[in-house]
């Protein structure tokens, strides 16, 4: 898909399918950025039809949230292997795929139309097991070992090899204070998530930023935008 002329194509009223991928938590919370995306949606701050959820937990957070707005819900309970992503591709037929608070590996899907969001620095802090206060634990570790002063906010193209290893198109620096706990660097990083995810991945889905799936150095940005952003 050309998603460069993808407006021009389908016309400015045809909005890009989004399909989100949200895990949501054991406890049955999480899905907050998943609402987030929706609320911009109905907004017109994102410009994309956001056609459904997929969770790997039935019951939960991410769930409940998509009863109460009004979007499918899709329980996918695995295995999580190549087949069965693109059941659930082939059978929803999304334009992009937002990875928001997914924790299994993927497989299968289109890497030129999937993206992730990650609340560390990447690669450092990325990878198999990597993910919420796990990565907020260890970034604080290296804090004051006095390796690093800021955390990151990124997201980024995913490629089916490993996790969090596609390129990355967007990196929010945000410094650390010496009182910050992984716990209050959580949400410090979960209030700039939910103010950048959406501006972001509507820029993505315009077609502003884009990628081939291949190579990374045909990773385009818009002209003036700045990879790297600092608080």
Known sequence: MDT????????????????IFASGSKDGSGGSGFENLVHNARENKLFA???GVVSSRENGGVRARAERLKIPFTYFSGPWVEEEYKKIVDDLKPDFIALSGWLKHV????????????????????GKGMYGYYVHEAVIEAFHKGEIDHTQLCM???????YDRGPVFFRLSIPIKENDTAE???????????????????L??????????????SL???????IYQYM
């Open 107 to 126: 497989k299968g899907l289109p890497p030129e139309k999937t993206f992730n969001i990650h609340p560390g620095p990447l690669p450092r802090f990325g």
């Open 220 to 226: 385009h940005v818009p002209h003036g935008f700045s």
């Open 204 to 217: 993505v889905v315009r077609g502003e930023i884009r990628w081939d799936g291949k190579n990374p150095r």
């Open 156 to 162: 980024h193209f995913v490629t089916p090899d490993e």
């Open 184 to 202: 209050s660097l959580q949400y410090k990083v979960s209030d700039y998530e939910h103010a950048m995810q959406p501006f972001i991945t509507d």
């Open 4 to 19: 460069k002329n993808m407006n021009l194509e389908r016309g400015t009223m045809d909005k890009p399918r989004l399909l």
């Open 49 to 51: 039809d956001i056609i």
